[in-house]
């Protein structure tokens, strides 16, 4: 069974619109840590915010916070006042140990 | 402070020719970590360190596939010999710790391709 799951295959949103890409994820451990990374067409892997499975309060972090939801196991990133600059890939990931599994991923284009 | 930096960040190679990729990790970070990106398969975990010592090697895809740390500034992931389904990017990782809210910062990835 996939630990992370990112079902949506690509995103479009205009330019200083807000979008939301959806992450759902499986364990069993009550600690655990969520993070999101972005993959420009550079190719470089961008951590953008984390959020640990006992934080009371959803992440935020400038134009990016996190709706988790734990009880759903979901943990969503919202991208507030969408730039052209944030055409990219985004990786959900869950850390329960040593290790960072990662989603598919989800392909997230701005229109001007 | 300088991120993670990895050598070189394009590599094109024919098969059978042996490849060596390299790794400097964040100054003071404990973790290492390298991993491989594909379309197919997308991030696979292949090995990671831990003050220079190899804790988990299972993803590692068989016995072509070898790394090491010999200091806390320096690894490489070898594959000897190399194959066209080896083609991929190889990313190397480091955080300072391993608990769930420790951070992995990744380098820019090598493009490998592999003829």
């Known amino acids: 069974a996939q630990k992370i799951t990112q079902t949506q295959p690509g995103m479009f949103v205009q330019e200083k619109e807000a979008v939301t890409l959806d992450c759902t994820y499986d364990t069993s451990d009550p600690s655990y840590g969520l993070f999101w990374y972005k993959q420009p067409s550079s190719g470089e892997m961008i951590f953008l915010i984390y959020?640990?499975?006992?934080?009371?309060q959803n992440a935020t972090e400038g134009r990016y916070s996190l709706n988790f939801q734990k009880a759903r196991k979901s943990a969503n990133l919202v991208i507030s006042a969408s730039q052209l600059g944030d055409s990219a890939m985004y990786f959900c990931a869950m850390r329960e140990d040593s290790k960072l599994t990662f989603g598919k991923g989800i392909t997230l284009s701005v229109r001007p | 402070d300088a991120g993670v930096i990895q050598s070189p960040r394009h590599e094109v190679t024919e098969m059978g020719q042996e490849v060596t990729l390299r790794c400097k990790p964040i100054s003071g970070h404990d973790y290492l970590f390298w991993y491989r990106q594909t379309m197919m398969r997308g991030l696979e975990l292949l090995i990671y360190?831990?003050?220079?010592?190899?804790?988990?090697d299972s993803g590692m895809p068989e016995d072509r596939f070898s790394a090491k740390m010999p200091n806390a500034s320096f690894s490489t992931l070898k594959i000897q010999p190399s194959e066209p389904r080896d083609s991929a990017v190889y990313f190397c990782?480091?955080?300072?710790?391993?608990?769930?809210?420790?951070?992995?910062?990744f380098g820019p990835g090598t493009r490998l391709t592999v003829l």
């Open positions: 959020q640990g499975s006992y934080d009371q």
């Open positions: 990782a480091s955080s300072a710790l391993a608990r769930i809210t420790d951070t992995q910062y």
């Open positions: 360190f831990n003050n220079n010592v190899p804790i988990d």
